[in-house]
């Protein structure tokens, strides 16, 4: 089962910031947050991934509580290709190594 | 550089008979997954492969098995169809502790 808890779905206005949540009450220390996305009929897309600091890149920031218990994915601007689902993974470092454990992820509207 | 590259790309199977799903790793990748996403679920894990070796298993049948070859390239064999294996089947790879790098998938339907 997914170590995760993800609201079903939200809407974002286009050009506005995309905040979205995600629980993970259980976290071990060795484990990290990574975050895919999928757009309709197409393989999950790598966005992010932290251990316990706040962590930036091109696409996106995922910020981590510092109990690590949850986490926020930031989309700064988002546009009409931000529409997508959005999944929040837990697994031990090198995520390439371990299994993915998907839950139903957050399905994100941006809305012209 | 080309990415993860599956196919083919979408196939139709009659039940009771057996498919093979074919992966191409992204360049420098020494590591294959492959998953199965069901229509509105999230992707569920099948097996993956280093080594040319079998290294982790989800909880499919035995009816499920792959194959990796030196190139790191892979396949993955489903005999005996079942109607409830109509579904996306994902292949990611990786290199060993890195990322994973998802395909655009094979979508299979059995009738």
């Known amino acids: 089962d997914a170590k995760t808890t993800q609201p079903p779905s939200m809407d974002c206005a286009e050009g506005r910031a995309a905040n979205l949540p995600c629980n993970h009450s259980t976290i071990s220390g060795n484990e990290y947050v990574y975050w895919y996305r999928q757009i309709h009929s197409q393989g999950p897309q790598y966005i992010i991934h932290?251990?316990?600091n706040n962590e930036t890149n091109e696409m996106a920031s995922l910020i981590i509580t510092e109990d690590r218990k949850s986490s926020t994915l930031i989309l700064p601007h988002a546009t009409l290709r931000d529409t997508a689902v959005y999944y929040c993974?837990?697994?031990?470092?090198?995520?390439?190594?371990?299994?993915?454990?998907f839950g139903k992820g957050t399905k994100l509207s941006v809305i012209p | 550089d080309a990415g993860v590259t599956q196919s083919p790309t979408h196939l139709i199977k009659t039940r009771g008979q057996q498919v093979t799903l074919r992966c191409s790793p992204k360049?420098?990748?020494?590591?294959v997954s492959w998953y199965q996403q069901a229509l509105g679920q999230g992707p569920q894990f099948i097996f993956q492969?280093?080594?040319?070796?079998?290294?982790q298993r989800g909880n499919f049948p035995d009816r499920f098995s792959g194959h990796q070859f030196p190139n790191y390239s892979s396949e993955l064999n489903v005999n005996a169809l079942l109607l409830g294996d109509s579904a996306l089947y994902l292949c990611?790879?990786?290199?060993?502790?890195?990322?994973?790098?998802f395909g655009q998938g094979t979508r299979l339907t059995v009738v």
């Open positions: 993974i837990v697994t031990e470092s090198g995520a390439g190594s371990y299994q993915l454990t």
């Open positions: 932290g251990l316990k």
């Open positions: 492969y280093y080594e040319e070796e079998e290294r």
């Open positions: 360049s420098g990748h020494d590591t």
């Open positions: 990611a790879s990786s290199l060993r502790g890195g990322e994973a790098f």
